[in-house]
């Protein structure tokens, strides 16, 4: 089994994706550290303030790693680009606004991350993504809630 858990920076993807990794035993991966492993950084770009990843060459590694493992979680707001056919579910974590916004600036990120992940949650970019890969979703809106109660109440 393959769960993927996507959304926009700082809804809380990973505390989800650790939460059903425990609950399930299964194998929790992010993939920033995929990423750090496999070298696929090309470039940093300085006016966005991110790194600029080889997205084809993660979802190669990605859907290996899937192949080689039964139960797997994966942890990204790219997740969504692993074709759907190697995945069982999607999880698309959702957050208010307003938390979101506390969130990034908790984690220091400039005013113009901030905005673009703001509006990256507005217009529901990772979730359009993954329906229109076909993902079969689960959305879950992660604001005020502890990650655990939410596994729980997803997994029943």
Sequence with gaps: MAIIVTGT????????????????????VNVN??????????E??????????D??????????????????????????????EYVDRCVVTKCELKELKKRLEKRGYKPEKV????DSEIFDICL????????????VNTTGKNAEILVDSLLK
């Design 115 to 118: 905005r673009e992940n703001l």
């Design 128 to 139: 359009n993504e993954a329906k229109e890969k076909g993902h079969k979703l689960m959305i």
């Design 9 to 28: 920076p700082g809804t809380g993807k990973t505390e989800v994706a650790k939460a059903i990794a425990k609950k399930m035993k299964m194998k929790y």
């Design 44 to 53: 940093f770009d300085e006016e966005r303030d991110t790194n600029v990843i």
């Design 33 to 42: 550290d995929v990423i750090k492993k496999h070298k696929l950084i090309e």
């Design 55 to 84: 997205e084809e060459k993660l979802v190669e590694v990605l859907v290996e790693m899937i192949k080689k493992n039964d139960k797997i979680v994966i942890d990204s707001h790219m997740a969504h680009d692993v074709p759907s």
